[in-house]
């Protein structure tokens, strides 16, 4: 069974880092591309990164771009994402998805607050 599971949350001030884990396993990990996604309080999912299944190509909203890396370990079966000079708009729950089979996957989340 194919299980996606986030870890790395927490709370942190303004611009501090803080690198979320996604941990996976129920498929061949290597074959396919990973996403984060968050989840404003009160708001609609959004995309925050994209990599492919090589790692090589990296792909960024504007809302993210420079400031954070997505990254995986296809030995580790595991992405990451490096989120740097953090602001309170961040504040969000992340989630990584892939689409396996027609299908999408998501992990149950972790909570990300950016506050003073």
């Known amino acids: 069974q194919l299980q996606l599971v986030e870890s790395g949350g927490g709370l942190v001030q303004p611009g501090e880092s803080l690198r979320l884990s996604c941990a996976a396993s129920?498929?061949?990990?290597?074959?396919?591309?990973l996403n984060w996604y968050r989840q404003p309080p009160g708001k609609e999912r959004e995309l925050v990164a994209v990599?492919?299944?090589?790692?090589?190509?990296?792909t960024y909203p504007n809302s993210t771009k420079g400031r954070f890396a997505i990254s995986r370990d296809n030995a580790k079966n595991t992405v990451y994402l490096q989120m740097n000079s953090l602001k309170p708009e961040d504040t969000a729950v992340y989630y990584c998805?892939?689409?396996?089979?027609?299908?999408?996957?998501w992990g149950q989340g972790t909570q990300v607050t950016v506050s003073s």
């Open positions: 998805n892939t689409n396996h089979r027609g299908r999408g996957y």
């Open positions: 129920g498929f061949t990990f290597s074959n396919y591309p």
């Open positions: 990599i492919s299944s090589t790692g090589g190509t990296t």
